[in-house]
């Protein structure tokens, strides 16, 4: 099963280079070759995506991936899904750092630390 994040980053791939190979998505991806077969081929199987094979093609990847009407609907919902929890990340780590902030400026107040102390 595909989290969020890398059908994202997928089918984004895909849309924006339909010839785009397995080895560019991995690399990409940031993943391994065979990770990137294995969700280039779950999203086939689920309909996003359209393999077209060219075998008279001289370029030799011969593959065109593209995006269905199905994995449009899809890349959709899964930007919406990741954008709020890319949010919700972020608020988070916003209140971890103000919550740092001050107990730095606490312990700093306190003489127990000095700015100079962080260097």
């Excluded at 059908?7 to 895909?14: D, N, P, R």
Aim: with cysteine; aromatic share 10%.
């Amino acid at each position: 099963m595909l989290d969020d994040e890398t059908a994202y980053k997928l089918l984004k791939l895909v849309q924006s280079d339909p010839n785009i190979s397995q080895r560019e998505i991995a690399r990409e991806l940031d993943i391994s070759l065979g990770k990137a077969n294995y969700c280039l081929k779950a999203v086939i199987e689920k309909g996003w995506v359209k393999a077209k094979n060219f075998y008279q093609s001289k370029n030799k990847k011969g593959y065109a991936y593209l995006l269905t009407k199905a994995g449009l609907r899809e890349k959709a919902s899964v930007t919406f899904r990741f954008l709020k929890y890319k949010v919700e990340e972020y608020e988070a780590l916003e209140a971890e750092i103000s919550q740092i902030r001050m107990e730095a400026e606490s312990l700093e107040r306190d003489g127990s630390l000095s700015t100079d102390d962080l260097r």
